[in-house]
């Protein structure tokens, strides 16, 4: 996994992204989202965001992780993921695969039962087999 954290987080660190901050924090999530085959938005400290990140670790997939609570900006990234998500009360997890959405953990465990989300990593070039 890739972390854009502080060390203490799982003990990875991904450096910034060397290209400009968006001022606006949608169009952040999407630049974010697309620069990874797997973007998972997260908070350090929740349940749900480490077992998604265990399930994409578990398939072999190297998903890049950036964790909210560690971003001096990850108040509005959350507010952005609340507007992209319609709104839900909890905004992480959140899962890009080939910078396309694909939701919180109740759309990403379905994807993942009913057999899509295999493909969709496949066609990200983030799973090979």
């Known amino acids: ?14 450096a910034p992204s060397r290209r400009t ?10 630049r974010l989202a697309s620069e990874s085959a797997v973007v998972i938005f997260s908070v350090s400290s929740c349940c749900m965001c480490h077992a998604v ?6 398939m072999g997939v190297n998903p890049t992780v950036y964790e ?14 609340m ?11 959140v ?9 919180a953990m109740d759309r990403v ?5 009913n057999g899509t989300l295999v493909p969709l990593l496949k066609e990200a070039g983030a799973l090979w087999l």
């Open 1 to 14: 996994m890739h972390y854009q954290a502080s060390e203490s987080s799982w003990g990875y660190y991904m």
């Open 68 to 81: 909210l609570d560690q971003d001096p900006n990850g108040k509005e990234i959350e507010r952005a993921l």
């Open 109 to 113: 465990m379905a994807s993942h039962i």
């Open 53 to 58: 990140k265990r399930l994409f670790c578990g």
């Open 21 to 30: 901050i968006a001022a606006d924090p949608l169009e952040r999530v999407a």
């Open 95 to 103: 899962v890009f695969v080939g910078g396309k959405l694909i939701g």
């Open 83 to 93: 507007r992209l998500l319609g709104g839900c009360s909890s905004p992480v997890p």
